[in-house]
Structures are given as C-alpha cells and as structure tokens.
C-alpha cells in the first residue's frame, strides 16, 4: 500500500517515517516538506540514513496515495485536508485542526474561526481504545494530542467506573522537549530547557478540550516542561464519593483496556518501576496506565505514560491507520523499547 | 486457577508446587501457593529483619 506523508521533516514526520518505512504492508512514496524540498530524507532525520533513497518533495508535486498522513503544524492542516479528502483516500492528521467536534471549541482554544466546520462532523478521534469502530471506515482521522492520549487513557475506566466525585478532576502534566516540536523557540534553547521544571500552563492548556471531549469529565490541567527528550506523564487526581479499594481500580482498568495491544495496566507492589513511567517507553506505541487509591482522603490519583512521538503522536497515527485499513493492529509497531535509557 | 488477593489476577495453577513463592503476573506481589487440590494461593509472608539472632 502507498502512503504519503504531508509534512515530512519535523519530529512527528520522521516517527512516522522511522515506523512506516519498517511497517510490513507500507511503501512510503512521498513525503513533503516546503523548507527541505531537494534534500534527502536522511538530512533531516538522521537515524534514517541509508533506509531510504526518498528526497523531500515540495506539497504542489505530491501525487494520489492509498493513505494520507499529515504531519503539518496546527493551522495549516486545515487548508491541506479537504483537499485530500476529494482525492478520495482516507487522511490521518497528527494536528488538532479536526480533533474537536464543537466549532466554537476552536476560537476559544485555538484563537479563530474553524474555516471547515463541516468536516468535523466527518473526523473521527484517532483514539482506537475508545472508537475502534469507527475508526474502521473513517475518511478522516483526527490524531490525538500527546498530553490528551496520556490523560485520557489514565481517565477514561475512572469516568466509567461510576467512582468519581462532582466537580472537576485534576490533571498535572509533564512532558519532554520533543513535545514542542522543532520550532520551539526561545523556549527551546538549551540554556532555558537544560534542568527545566517550568509550569508552561498552569491553566488554559488547549488539550483541556480534547481530554474533556472524550471522556465527559470536567477537566483542570496544568502542564509542565521537564529535563528529557521524549515522554509524558499525565498524573490525575480525581475525587471519589467515597473510599476506594486497590481491587475495584484493577477491576475498572481491566474493564477498560484488558484486551488493548498497547495499553498496560502497571501498578506493581514490589520493586523499582511499581508505576507509569515515561522514559521506558521512547520509540514504542505503549500507553503504560496506572492507579494508587489513597487512603487519607476519598482520592484516586492515576496515571498515563507514553512517549510522545510514539503513542502520543506517529505510533498512535499508525495504529489508527493499521485499523482502518485493516491491517494487524501491531504491524510496525513492535518496538518494545529499551532498558536502561 | 486461584486469583491474586492484592488485584484479583487469575493465577495459573500449571506446574505450580504447594510451598512454592512467585510473583503475580500483574501486581508482581509475592504469592505462596497453599495446596493444589484444589489451587489456593496467599500472600506470602514477608521477611522480617532479623536482628541478632
């Protein structure tokens, strides 16, 4: 099957180079980029050297596809999208401009009008834990966002266990550089990110609308820049009408993802890794869920790791494309990560 | 089969000895098996520091 990737030259494009290129049922046919047009794909990602002879191709000379990933920054998505569409195969954007279904979501967290309101309807969120289904004859996946994936698949059997609280539930966020993408400023040099615990959202972060789209829960997150490349941990503190045992969390995560390939269910009584943790996780597609009860007050903290690039971004858009397309839903992405890293 | 007493994990009773001490498959905490007629686990007794003796 052809593939094309939109977008090609950022940290998301080559995580979706670096698992497409190795995916078993793929031929990666073009990838585009506007700045690295000419140059070859290793230039850009050099872990890629010598996998591939493919050269960046600018967006005007990109050709019909099986499938469609689109790599482009938030913003521009939306004008490359409908276009695609019209060609007929289904498209997978890794940004948010069709992750939420309310077009009065978008002023209020992405600063302006929606300018294709009625594709929206048409999106399906590329979550395959909770719209396996759909998912299956989408035309339009919307790939999640990285915080989003982490808080929603540490949320999710909590929302459905009937255990929580009214009012809303506290997600605390950490994430690595790799998250802010290539582009990311001054806040990307080296000498403001080297040993950085930054709030970088203590409110108003823009995946507050996707975690509280998809899991019906009032949600308060707070983001945080941390000392590492890749990774997210999602840290959830949600109030419970009454006193939890461990037993009935185990009974609602099973619930939840007991038969799900990439989603582990991680709270272990005995040694050093006894919850979620990102660092493990770089380069593969899992979602490492965990959960203590607390038995100081009526609280459930739980927690969601990924990597970003991974879950939280290409593997995740892969996953998303292996269902749709009908494909193993592992195919490409086995990685089972590295120890130590 | 039994199930774990710390998260209700089936616990697979193949192979398994009376007296013997492995880990649960998914909470990795300590498990005694009891007898296998019929499977029974626990959880196994921790050890305790032994201070001068």
């Not at chain 1, 978008?106 to 834990?129: D, K, M, T």
């Not at chain 1, 009032?218 to 000392?227: I, M, Q, T």
């Not at chain 1, 609280?299 to 494309?321: P, S």
């Not at chain 2, 007296?19 to 990795?28: K, M, Q, R, Y």
Request: aromatic residues 6%; negative net charge.
């Amino acid at each position: 099957m052809k593939v094309a990737v939109v977008g090609g030259s950022g940290y998301v494009g080559g995580e979706l180079l670096r698992i497409l290129l190795r995916h078993p049922e793929v031929e990666v046919a073009q990838v585009t980029s506007e700045s690295r047009a000419g140059q070859p794909v290793g230039r850009a990602h050099p872990n890629l050297r010598k996998a591939t002879d493919l050269t960046f191709v600018p967006r005007a000379r990109l050709a019909a596809a099986d499938a469609t990933f689109v790599a482009a920054p938030h913003g521009q998505a939306h004008a490359i999208v409908p276009g695609l569409l019209d060609a007929g195969a289904p498209v997978f954007d890794l940004s948010a401009d069709y992750r939420l279904h309310d077009p009065a979501a978008y002023p209020e967290y992405y600063g302006a009008a929606h300018p294709h309101p009625e594709l929206l309807s048409l999106s399906v969120y590329g979550l395959p834990e909770l719209h396996r289904d759909p998912l299956r004859t989408a035309d339009l996946v919307a790939v999640p966002g990285c915080i989003a994936t982490a808080s929603i698949l540490a949320l999710h059997p909590l929302v459905r266990s009937g255990l929580l609280a009214d009012g809303p539930v506290v997600v605390d966020a950490k994430s690595g550089s790799s998250a802010s993408g290539q582009d990311a400023g001054p806040a990307g040099q080296h000498a403001e990110r080297a040993g950085v615990m930054r709030a970088y959202a203590p409110t108003g972060h823009r995946h507050t609308a996707e975690i509280e789209q998809e899991t019906g829960a009032r949600v308060a997150l707070s983001c945080h820049s941390v000392e590492a490349v890749r990774g997210v941990l999602a840290t959830v503190h949600a109030a419970t009408v009454r006193a939890v045992e461990t037993k009935e969390l185990w009974r609602a995560y099973r619930a939840a993802y007991g038969n799900e390939p990439f989603v582990r269910i991680v709270h272990e009584t005995d040694g050093i890794h006894r919850e979620p943790e990102p660092k493990i996780l770089a380069g593969t597609n899992f979602c490492d869920v965990g959960f203590a009860a607390d038995t100081h007050v009526p609280r459930v903290v739980a927690l969601g790791a990924i990597d970003n690039l991974g879950k939280g971004a290409a593997g995740n858009a892969v996953q998303c494309f292996n269902v749709r397309m009908g494909f193993p839903e592992t195919a490409g992405l086995e990685f089972l990560g590295l120890h130590p890293i | 089969m039994s199930g774990c007493p710390e998260c209700e994990a089936t616990v697979e009773s193949a192979t398994k000895i009376p007296g013997e001490v492995f880990p649960c498959p998914d909470c990795g905490t300590e498990l005694e098996v009891l007898g296998t007629q019929p499977f029974a686990v626990a959880l196994a007794p921790k050890e305790a520091e032994d201070w001068g003796e």
